[in-house]
């Protein structure tokens, strides 16, 4: 099965500073990638995807970048903000075929932490 | 509309009681996750349902945990002779598929967390 691995584990940065959160996946056959998104007490929310199509997407502040050749993939946040803080997971799933179908290998998550 | 809701949103139960955990997916979702989350810990794959395949069992961790899933709606997990270690948050996610191609946002709901005492 998919294997994907989450760094840092914990990531504190200055307001207005970049934060990368990086993530490999084991799984050639993977091809969606979203990122979900923690808040304290809350549920998990998904921030940002990319398929396998593309080698970047972004949203305002936030972006993702994906190498299938090294399979790995990277959040980039800039101009961090205080509610940025929270804990991001990465995920990683296979679609097309098989009983995985739509299944989400998700990373051990990062703990973010934004201070003012 | 309405989101994912998990019943009940808390339980403390004594070790060896049986437990049950409900979720209602978003009306539609053909799609139905369970998750464990412990304290300060990722997110745990459990149990997968998609329509009428047979779910996707792997992540169990003993057969003292079941789920069903009925008309293709409403879960429940079971927690058979409760441990202390079961104690965590468990979160249900539902996502819609509606053809092989299209990727499909998993919502979770706000979780069950279950004490074990």
């Known amino acids: 099965g998919e294997n994907v691995e989450q760094h840092p584990s914990t990531l504190s940065v200055q307001e207005g500073d970049s934060a990368v959160i990086k993530c490999t996946y084991s799984?050639?056959?993977?091809?969606?990638f979203p990122w979900y998104k923690q808040e304290l007490g809350k549920r998990p929310q998904l921030i940002i995807d990319i398929r396998s199509n593309v080698g970047e997407k972004k949203d305002q502040r936030i972006a993702v970048t994906l190498n299938k050749t090294a399979k790995h993939f990277s959040l980039h946040i800039t101009e961090t903000q205080p509610e940025d803080s929270a804990v991001y997971f990465c995920?990683?799933?296979?679609?097309?075929?098989?009983?995985?179908?739509?299944?989400?290998?998700f990373g051990r998550g990062t703990q973010l932490t934004v201070w003012p | 509309g309405a989101g994912v809701s998990q019943s009940p949103s808390n339980k403390v139960t004594e070790k060896g009681k049986d437990v049950e955990l409900r979720c209602d997916p978003i009306s539609g979702h053909t799609a139905l996750y369970w998750y464990r989350q412990s304290l300060g810990q990722g997110l745990e794959f459990l149990i997968y349902f998609q329509g009428n395949s047979a779910p996707d069992k792997s992540g169990l961790p003993s057969d003292r945990f079941s789920a069903e899933r009925t008309g293709g709606s409403v879960s429940t997990l079971t927690i058979q002779r409760t441990q202390q270690e079961d104690s965590a948050v468990y979160l249900c996610a539902s996502s819609q598929r509606t053809n092989t191609y299209t990727y499909n946002e998993q919502f979770f709901g706000p979780g069950t967390r279950l004490t074990v005492l």
């Open positions: 799984d050639s056959a993977s091809n969606y």
């Open positions: 995920a990683a799933s296979r679609v097309g075929g098989g009983s995985t179908l739509g299944r989400l290998y």
